[in-house]
């Protein structure tokens, strides 16, 4: 597609080439190793799933969340749960910071692999920080990353969990389209028997919190007692 071509000249990769010594069915995003999400572009490999800009809506709701709270919050803890290559949470933070909102920010995955792209796109974004930045003195902000499942032993008190977790039921993964099926990781794609094996985990049962989650392109949201 143009896009696709757009993306591989972009990072000096020629389509011509490529197109007699790679499969075709490799997402262009792992040939590069950079995928765009909300004008960024985050680093991918196989150990993570291709941010699709359908999730970008959650960064939309997320911030439309917090803006019309705006005098509730003095600095908003958010986590990015199963957070892949960690473009949910680390563009919200620095949708935050254009804001000037202070934040907590937790990328959290049960994957060592997938953390290590989080790390470099942490690094990359938000740099000259050791992992802890600052929009003020008042209310320092830090991001952190941690190896876990779900939220199982997470105790942080959090205004909003993001969650683009697998929703897709475990029989039709033999029938994904091959760039898919064949490339990205099953770990994030493979729900379970119903698609929900994750999503109605008891770790999303808190109070006090907006959870984003996003399954099949459309946007659940879950409010309780704000």
Do not use: W
């Amino acid at each position: 597609t143009p896009l696709e071509l757009n993306q591989l000249l972009k990072y000096g990769f020629d389509p011509f080439k490529l197109e007699k010594t790679v499969d075709n069915n490799i997402p262009v995003e792992y040939i590069t190793g950079f995928a765009e999400f909300y004008n960024r572009d985050f680093k991918v490999n196989s150990n993570v799933l291709i941010p699709r800009i359908e999730t970008e809506e959650l960064i939309d709701l997320g911030l439309d969340y917090i803006e019309s709270r705006a005098n509730k919050y003095k600095k908003v803890t958010f986590a990015d749960v199963g957070c892949g290559s960690g473009a949910l949470g680390i563009t919200f933070a620095l949708e935050l910071e254009q804001r000037l909102v202070a934040y907590s920010g937790y990328l959290l995955d049960v994957s060592t692999d997938a953390l290590d792209v989080a790390k470099f796109n942490l690094n990359k974004h938000l740099a000259n920080r050791d992992l802890n930045c600052f929009i003020n003195q008042k209310e320092p902000s830090e991001i952190m990353l941690e190896q876990r499942n779900l939220l199982e032993g997470f105790n942080v008190s959090l205004d909003i969990i993001f969650a683009n977790l697998p929703y897709i039921p475990s029989s039709r993964i033999p029938s994904l389209q091959p760039s898919v099926r064949q490339f990205e990781p099953h770990l994030a794609l493979d729900g379970g028997e119903d698609g929900l094996k994750y999503i109605k985990h008891n770790d999303f049962n808190f109070k006090n919190n907006s959870t984003l989650i996003e399954r099949a392109y459309k946007i659940y949201i879950t409010i309780k007692n704000i």
